[in-house]
């Protein structure tokens, strides 16, 4: 069997309590292990607390510096645990992309789209800046947003959620990475939209066959894009399995006790 | 051992220090005049502006009327700290119940209040204490009606900022559909959730209180003698400093050092309130 | 709307909310609320669904009187013009239309304990009442939705988004109100806890007997708890109906596009949904497009739509506002 794209193995993350108490201390992961395959949609679901987040901040190293983290994570069997800065950063938003849950937190609200979009393939790409911008509106009509060329020159206070989280998943994807990391990206918008970006990213992925490793809370949302699922809960992984394996033989009381408190429009036959 | 209330102070070490000096300074000015043998009035003439002497009986050194300087200088203080803490108290008041009523009810009625601030701050103090002064003599309380009289209006302007900000919150749109309004919503919900903000400009506000006295005091308005202020005392000493720099250098010092206690009381206060708010 | 049914309880008419921002360095206003009528009857919940810029906070706002309305009518059964009370004659209706907020936590004075919280309302709006009866009622209120005394003595800060909903829900029912209306409750919470709090609104309609006005964005809620949906787009309705014809049968083309857009949790069912039912952004609500508001999404839409403002109409006893409902009915989606 190849080698998974990623692989991580044992991840324990722990916060200590403020002026070193022993008390207070939040044991965020325990004894995390997941794999993600080149190409496949793992979905990690959970309630708010269970860790979920702290696993993609791991992968990229962005825990805060008081956290204590332990156990493997390998890349293509690079360990990223312990990386030097200077290697993770080729990594990080190259081969490795995030995708936020709230753009607003992601864009500089002060540089216009265009350059923003350009910054990775000028830094990480050694492109010019005119091929940097062609590129920036590529990925601009790649995510479907109306009027690229217009849109490029405006501010990220100028467009409407929708269209920021469109932009967020262009940046992801403009290095052409091999694995998405998406922290609850549909939470905030309104649901005709989170319709619109779940297919755009379906498509996207079809397209470039990256691999995605989605954080929801949403259990439709996993429904309708993940091959394979990890239930969380209190920092660890509580059930792993195929998509609809894990919706029609649970085996988890917590996993089905999930299923019936998520509430699901009745529809008609 | 990390008890919760070491915790709690870790970092705000000053605040602790400074408060303290300013309880100690309080209670010397009120103990030690009653249990020394001196006064600050009666003069005693053949010890006219003694250099501070640690043996014998004056530890400070007298005045130009012979009067102990240590007990002149700490009934200064209680006199000080008592036009300072009643001025604050008042100005802290008024302003905090005209802010708070002219943030609240917004339109008109703000506007009129504000631009009676507006009005106020540009009459200028010191003539106005003169005036005040030529009308009603020297006394006493002139001082705290004038000195509180100008200090409520940068609280003013501050706690109206606040409660316009807190007019747009949940909580007071709750309590308006549970029928809460005027005098009820301004006090219950309005003013309890701007006391963070107003102690600390409160404590910020003494400093300034107690320097304008003294300043009053050193152009001869304010207290009457024979009862003294720290700056009728910086005053007297000022134009003594080259003969005996005694009855200036003490007076100055504590004046300095209250003045400094409250302004690291005030930013230490600020620390400990502000943070925790958003944490 | 019908002739035959006893009065309902509250009538809005033409309802309108405007308010003034500054757009490109000018004064405007902009139309929250549009044209927007309505009835709700008693022992009923009416549920108001819409996304962003649609209106429905505004709705709200406006019906307790939080904010001006600038147009229309509001009657409050039997003969009271609810948008034209001031002072204490407002204040009198008070006790009988009450809010829960989306925000629990931040519903509550962070500086009050929470047993004087929940007893405001009476010391306000029932002065009548002795200390001993205010604080009776305060227990039992504090029971009916599962809390314990011990909670009295505590501050908002201390509360889970959960509780303090549980909290907020007992200080609207304190003075027994006829109408809750409830501003998106279920938002600001954690899956589990936003089951447990729909069950209890549930109970508490039932024991109750309340007419509730359910604003949500979360529409499997809104068809568990309500008799009657309304659906709002940019501050308009689109459609008004009864619960089981909206979702079984859906006549607006926004209303269609909205249901098929929700994710479902099952696998089957959502891999085959490929594209999205709605294309484009919800347009601005300081330019609303000409006539129908929905047209520049709308696949259906034709030149009427964008001449003339469809009007609500009875097709089959639901409301729809829409030129070619009848025809839409036919074509398969």
Known sequence: MSEALLQIRSLAVRYP????????????????????????????????????????????????????????????????????????????????????????????????????????????????????????????????????????????????????????????????????????????????????????????????????????????????????????????????????????????????????????????? | MNSPWRQRLHGHLGLLIAGSVLMLIALASLIIPALSPYDYYTPQLELISRPPMLSGGHLLGTDPLGRDLLIRVLWGCRISLLIALLASLISVVVGVLWGAIAGYAGGYTDALMMRTVDVLYSVPFVPFVIVLTMLFGRQLWLMFIAIGAVSWLDIARIVRGEALSLKRREFIDAARVSGVHGARMIGRHIVPNLLGVVIIYATLTVPTVILFEAFMSFLGLGVRVPLASLGSLIADGASDMQAHPHLLLVPAAVLASIIYCFNFLGDGLRDLLDPRKHS | MSSTAPMPLLEARNLGVSYAVRHAGRQVRLRALDDVSFDLARAETLGIVGESGSGKSTLARALLRLIPADAGTVRLHPDIDLLGLRGAALRSVRSRLQMIFQDGVAALDPRQRIGEALEEPLLVLKPQLSGLQRRERVRLGLERVGLERAHLDRFPHQFSGGQAQRIGMARALMVEPEIVVCDEPLSSLDVSIKAQITALLQQLKQDLNLSMIFIAHDLPAVQQLCERVLVLYLGRVMEIARCDALFDRPRHPYTRALLRSVPIPDPRVARGRRTAPLAGEIPSSLTPPSGCVFRTRCPYAVDRCAREVPLLRSIDGSEVACHRAEEIEGIRT
């Open chain 1, 17 to 269: 309590a403020p002026h070193g108490q022993a008390a207070g201390a939040v044991q965020a992961l325990s004894g995390v292990d997941l794999d993600v395959a080149a190409g496949e949609c793992l979905g990690l679901v959970g309630e708010s607390g269970s860790g979920k987040t702290a696993i993609l901040l791991s992968i990229l190293g962005l825990l805060p510096p008081n956290a204590r983290l332990g156990g493997s994570i390998r890349f293509h069997g690079d360990e990223l645990v312990g990386m030097p800065l200077k290697r993770l950063n080729q990594i990080r938003g190259t081969r490795i992309a995030m995708i936020f849950q709230d753009p607003m937190s992601a864009l500089n609200p002060y540089m216009r789209i265009i350059d923003q979009l350009s910054e990775v393939p000028r830094v990480h790409g050694g492109l010019s800046r005119r091929d940097a911008g062609q590129r920036a509106l590529e990925m601009l009509e790649a995510v479907h947003i109306g009027e690229p060329r217009r849109r490029a020159r405006q501010y990220p206070h100028e467009l409407s959620g929708g269209m920021r989280q469109r932009v967020m998943i262009a940046m992801a994807l403009i290095a052409e990475p091999e694995l998405i990391l998406a922290d609850e990206p549909t939470t905030a918008l309104d649901v005709t939209v989170q319709a619109q970006i779940l297919e755009l990213l379906q498509e996207l992925r079809e397209r470039t066959g990256a691999a995605l490793l989605l954080v929801t809370h949403d259990l439709g949302i996993v429904a309708q894009l993940a091959d394979r699922v990890g239930v969380m809960r209190h920092g660890r992984i509580v059930e792993q399995a195929g998509c609809l394996a894990l919706f029609e033989r649970p085996q988890h009381e917590y996993t089905r006790s999930l299923l019936a408190a998520m509430p699901r429009l009745k529809v008609p036959a």
